[in-house]
């Protein structure tokens, strides 16, 4: 079982700039690739961006390139997201898991956490 704490989300008005954090439990965090979610109301989760285990290789949706990024902490077990120039179509419950980086970074786990919302006002 996994433990999933996201924090860092709030009201920010477009333009501005947010940095999510997500705590995540386990001795495996380390060899796992990570990503981060996002879900409005209505409509599935769906991925933003994604990190490999040791860092090296990020991927991000095409909406957010240029905008977020992506960041880890090994040995904190965190994982981060950076959203800059954050625009209306951005505000969302964001939530992170573990990924699986050779099937489209998929969430590995069923579990999630609370989420954090993100709402950019225009």
């Known amino acids: 079982q996994v433990q999933l704490v996201e924090s860092g989300g709030g009201l920010v008005q477009a333009g501005g700039s947010l940095r999510l954090s997500c705590a995540a439990s386990g001795s495996t965090f380390s060899i796992n690739a990570m990503g981060w979610y996002r879900q409005t109301p209505g409509k599935q989760r769906e991925l933003v961006a994604g990190?490999?285990?040791?860092?090296?290789?990020?991927y991000y949706v095409d909406s957010v390139k240029g905008r977020f990024t992506i960041s880890r902490d090994n040995v904190k077990t965190t994982v981060y997201l950076q959203m800059n120039s954050l625009k209306p179509e951005d505000t969302a419950v964001y939530y992170c898991?573990?990924?699986?980086?050779?099937?489209?970074?998929?969430?590995?786990?069923?579990?999630w956490g609370q989420g954090t919302q993100v709402t950019v006002s225009s």
């Open positions: 898991n573990f990924a699986l980086r050779w099937d489209g970074w998929a969430p590995r786990y069923d579990d």
């Open positions: 990190i490999s285990s040791d860092g090296s290789t990020r």
